[in-house]
Each structure stands twice: as structure tokens, then as C-alpha cells.
């Protein structure tokens, strides 16, 4: 099972950067490791700020562009990873070691995958034996 | 979900991140994995007892293992009777240093990581194939018994016989708690990645069973191949070996069709293939032929097939004639007729169906691979393509007669019948 960990810094949403400070980085690329180090880790990135972004409405047919900043935004996403967990417990815990600062959280949620298509599809599970390399 | 189930899970998450490292770390202490494990477990047991009352601790890896450690006095004590109560103390204290000592060395000393030896402890030559797997499940994957059963089809008896049988093996030979190095460790490495490429093949080739299950076993051998990755950097095969595993991955939801019918890797549509799979695959790829300085292994050289067919944005781009000529390096390093049949489709697609035809009925006149489905069908597809259509249907019908799938078998038997 795949799950995205949302980070959503506990931060001024006003300010002018997210700069983080070199010891969050330090914590921060030591968690990435021991994710790494697990074997679960499959991708992340840390986002700019909204400042930079742009927003794509869509509404009575025509999609509207506003740019960043958004004065409404309370809660913003500041990077993710993608891991591979066994449960939602274990990616739970994954986020629980997180060396995140006072203020911040994240959301844990899973990426849909084959268990959660139709038992037709899962029945393909059947297939008899071929050369791996073929396949 | 009850409570107690929920705090359950919470203690299982927290075992399946933790336990590989504390297994290691106790067997290192002790010496012995089967020891090890067995504290561990001990140690599991309290926290299933008192986690979901207190929580899960901060430092839940520290509290197990400090468990661990106190089971292990407990059992010393258990063994001896002592006549004063300061010699007791004394020697528990002195116990409780050496653990501390043995931790404290193994962390300084820089030979080999716990981990890694636990690895190649659970991949040991003394033990057979279905020992390794099952161990390995069992004290790297943190999976149980049950589940390892489950994954392989076996009755929990059987595989629990298996562990046990394995671990006493280890104990009687005295095998040492260690990385192997220089020579030793060359000749012991493929066993190790043959294990968890096995563990993936089960997963993947799907011989029967629940399919989340299989697709978990892929999952955990991903995950093995990359923590091997991981504390063998300097090793081009664990590269190539999970490059190999990320792009036959990448295809999981390609590889069959929405009625569960198998599709051939020609037909399945590239656009289901994973590609972020394809992509870690690849970076894995070019690790490995970085490493190795033009002397490529089995894995990573199937890897660069599996590569081919990942970069390749329709079937009809493949590059075959590099694909003949990986087959032809792979025969040489792994000379075996499933690969001489693997290569014989390659050379049919590079420089026509005639040429991949003599190495197939080079195969049929050496008597090589009698009774496997895929050689007719392989023969009956090359001759179909060369308009020998009567022979190409014989063939199909005789592939049909072998297999023991359904779906492969009406499959085959739908190609037949079109040659009519």
C-alpha cells in the first residue's frame, strides 16, 4: 500500500519565505533517511510558497487563474512524501517520528491501489508461471 | 474496531518498523538469531500488554529493546540459583554490561551493520530455499507465521516447522553473526538476492491465492532489496537487482486484463505501467552499470531488458536487437533453456521469425524443456508468423494441452482456432 503524507507547516502563511532554519534541516533530512534507509520511502518534495503559485478555478465553464498569495488560505500543503506502508497504522507511525515544529501537522492518506479495483481484476491474480523476464 | 484491536495495530505498525533492527541487535548480543527473536517476541508480548494502556512510548525501538534486554536477565536468572542475593545482583549487573558492551562495539566497530548481518544470516547456504524465505519474512519483513503461511500457501504448521528447524540448523553450525567479507561474501550475496527475488516472483508470478497478499510479497521484497541498497551501496547486483523488481513492478496493473486474463507485456497498454516505478527502476539501472565497469551480473543485465522495454513508448519501438544481445550476455552468465527460449523470441523479433524458429527447435531436438507450455507456444507464434498455419495450430493446441491455467489455456486455444 502507497501513502501520501501531507505536511502542512504551522506557519504565518503571510510571511515572506519559509525559510526553515539549518538545525530543521539537519532533523528533517535525517528523517528522509531513515525513511530511505527502511526501504519505504518512494518519492518527496518540499513546495515553494504560495506566494509563487497559482490557483486554477473552475467554475460556470471557464477555468480562472488567481496567483499566489491567497489571503483566504488557513492551512497550506509544504511538501509530501510518498511512502509504501503495510497498513495505515505504520504510515501513521512513519508520520509520527516526523522531527515536525510546534504547530504543524500532517495528513496521512492512502494512494488507491490493485485491493481497491473490483474482485474480477483481483482474480487476475491467477495467472500461471512464465519466464519473470518476459513478463 | 474495539479499542484493544486498534492499539493492536498500532503495536503491530510500530513491530513491523522496529523488530528487524531489534532481532539484529539482540543476535548480535547473544549470538544466536533464534535467542534473539524469541526475546524479541517476549518483548513484543509486554508491549501488546501495556502500549495500549500507556501509549505507544516516544522511543519505541529504545523500550523494546531495554524489554528484550531485561527478559534476557530474567531467563539467566531463571537458570541459576544463587546462594547470596549480592552474587546475584553482581552477576545480572555484569550481564546487563556485557549487553551494553555488545551494542556499544557493534555501533563503533564498523564491520557490518546488525541489519545486514541478520540479512545474510536468514540467507544462509545451510538452508534450504523455503528456510531463507521464510525467515527472512519472518525476522526482516516482521511478518507472523500466519502470515508468511498465507503468502506461500502452506499450513502455519508447516512454515512454523520451517523456522524452527532453520533456526536450530544456525545454532548447531555455529554460524556466526556477521557479514561476510572479501571472497565469502561474493559467493554468499546471490544467495541473499536470489531470496528476495524469490519472495517477489511469488508475489508476482501469482500462482494462486488472495492477490492483495501476492502484491504485499512484492511490496516486501521492494522494500528488502532496498534496504539491502542501502547497506551495500559499493554492490552493483542489489542495484540491479531492484532495478529489476521496480520495472516489472511499474506493471502490475497492466498485466491483466479487466475479465482477470493475463496480458502479454506487447499488449498491455503503457499508460497503466507505474511511472515512478519505471523511474526509480531506471535510476536503480544506472547505479548499477555505474558500479560495475561493463562487467554486468544476472540482475542487472535483466534489468536492462526489463530497462528496454520500459523506455520503449509503444511495442513497436522496442529495441530488439539490444534485447537479443542482453539475452545472449544473460545465457552466458545464467546458461539455462528458459533463457535460451527468452532469447529465441528476442532474436525472432530483431531478425525475423526464422531466426528465432532454429533456436527454438535447437531447444525441441535438445530435448530441453519438455513438458513447459510456453515452448509450443513460442514455436506456434514464430511459425504462424512465417504463414505455416497448420503447424502453428498443432502447436497452439499442444501448448493449451499443457498449461494448467484456465484463462491461458482459452487464450491459447482462442489463437488456434483463428488459424483455421
Redesign the interface.
Known amino acids: 500500500m502507497r501513502f501520501m503524507m501531507f505536511m502542512y507547516p504551522g506557519i504565518d502563511t503571510d510571511a515572506e519565505s519559509w525559510e526553515p532554519s539549518a538545525e530543521d534541516v539537519g532533523a528533517m533530512s535525517r528523517y528522509n533517511e531513515e525513511l530511505s534507509k527502511a526501504g519505504v520511502l518512494l518519492s518527496l518534495d518540499g513546495l515553494r510558497a504560495p506566494t509563487d503559485g497559482a490557483r486554477v478555478r473552475f467554475a460556470g465553464g471557464t477555468p480562472t487563474v488567481t496567483d499566489g498569495p491567497f489571503a483566504e488560505a488557513k492551512e497550506v500543503v509544504g511538501g509530501y512524501w510518498l511512502i509504501q506502508a503495510s497498513s495505515k497504522e505504520e504510515a501513521v507511525e512513519w508520520a509520527t517520528r516526523c522531527p515536525a515544529n510546534e504547530g504543524d501537522f500532517i495528513e496521512v492518506r492512502q494512494v488507491f491501489e490493485m485491493e481497491d479495483f473490483p474482485e474480477d481484476v483481483q482474480a487476475a491474480a491467477e495467472l500461471s508461471e512464465r519466464p519473470p523476464e518476459q513478463t | 474496531m474495539s479499542d484493544g484491536a486498534e492499539a493492536g ?2 503495536v ?3 513491530w ?2 522496529e523488530s528487524a533492527r531489534l532481532i539484529a541487535g539482540l543476535a548480535r548480543m547473544t549470538g544466536d538469531v533464534g535467542l534473539a527473536e524469541d526475546l524479541a517476541q517476549d518483548a513484543l508480548v509486554a508491549a501488546l500488554e501495556r502500549w495500549p494502556q500507556s501509549g ?1 512510548p516516544e522511543n519505541a525501538g529504545a523500550w523494546l529493546m531495554a524489554t528484550a534486554k531485561n527478559r534476557a536477565i530474567d531467563l539467566a536468572r531463571r537458570g541459576r540459583r544463587f546462594e547470596d542475593r549480592r552474587e546475584q545482583l553482581a552477576r545480572e549487573a555484569g550481564l546487563r554490561m556485557a549487553m551494553d558492551a555488545a551494542e556499544h562495539e557493534a555501533a563503533a566497530s564498523g564491520l557490518g551493520d546488525d541489519l545486514l548481518s541478520l540479512i545474510f544470516t536468514c540467507c544462509h547456504p545451510l538452508l534450504s530455499s523455503e528456510a531463507r524465505v521464510g525467515l527472512t519474512l519472518r525476522l526482516l519483513g516482521g511478518l507472523d507465521t500466519e502470515e508468511v503461511a498465507r503468502a506461500f500457501l502452506v499450513s502455519e504448521a508447516t512454515v512454523a516447522q520451517r523456522i524452527v528447524r532453520a533456526k536450530r540448523t544456525l545454532k548447531e553450525a555455529h554460524a556466526p553473526f556477521e557479514v561476510p567479507q572479501g571472497e565469502e561474501l561474493d559467493e554468499r550475496l546471490p544467495s541473499v538476492l536470489a531470496t528476495i527475488y524469490l519472495i517477489f ?1 511469488e508475489g ?9 497478499m ?3 510479497l512484492c ?2 521484497a ?6 539491502l541498497a ?1 547497506l551495500m551501496p559499493r554492490q552493483p547486483e542489489v542495484h540491479g537487482l531492484v532495478a529489476l523488481m521496480e520495472i ?1 513492478a511499474s ?3 497492466a ?8 496480458v ?2 506487447l499488449d498491455q497498454d503503457r499508460a497503466r505501467w507505474d511511472p ?1 516505478l519505471v523511474r ?1 527502476g531506471l535510476a536503480a539501472l544506472e547505479r548499477a552499470e555505474g558500479l560495475g565497469h561493463g562487467a554486468f551480473g544476472p540482475y542487472t543485465v ?1 534489468a536492462a ?2 530497462a528496454c522495454h520500459a523506455r520503449a513508448r509503444s511495442a513497436e519501438e522496442t529495441d530488439w536487437p539490444r534485447i537479443a544481445a542482453l ?1 545472449d550476455a ?1 545465457a552466458q552468465l545464467t546458461p539455462s533453456p ?2 535460451e ?2 532469447r529465441a ?1 528476442a532474436v525472432g523479433m530483431a531478425f525475423g521469425p526464422a531466426a528465432g524458429l532454429e533456436l527454438v527447435d535447437a531447444l525441441v531436438e535438445a530435448g530441453e524443456l519438455a513438458g513447459y ?2 515452448l509450443p507456444s513460442v514455436r506456434a507464434d514464430l511459425l504462424a508468423k512465417l504463414s505455416r498455419g497448420a503447424e502453428a495450430r498443432a502447436e497452439f493446441e499442444r501448448a493449451a494441452e499443457m ?3 484456465t ?2 489455456r482459452e487464450l491459447l486455444l482462442a489463437r488456434a482456432s483463428k488459424l483455421r
Request: glycine fraction near 10%.
Open positions: 495495530r498500532a503491530d505498525a510500530v513491523r518498523i505507544v516472483n508476482y508470478a501469482a500462482t494462486a491465492g488472495e492477490s492483495w501476492r502484491l504485499d511490496e516486501e521492494l522494500r528488502l532489496g532496498r534496504v542501502g516489472q506493471r502490475t496493473r498485466r491483466v486484463g479487466p475479465g482477470g486474463e493475463p502479454l507485456l515512478l526509480r535483466q531488458i526489463a539475452y544473460l528458459v533463457v527460449l527468452n523470441v507450455h510456453l498449461t494448467e491455467n484463462r491461458e
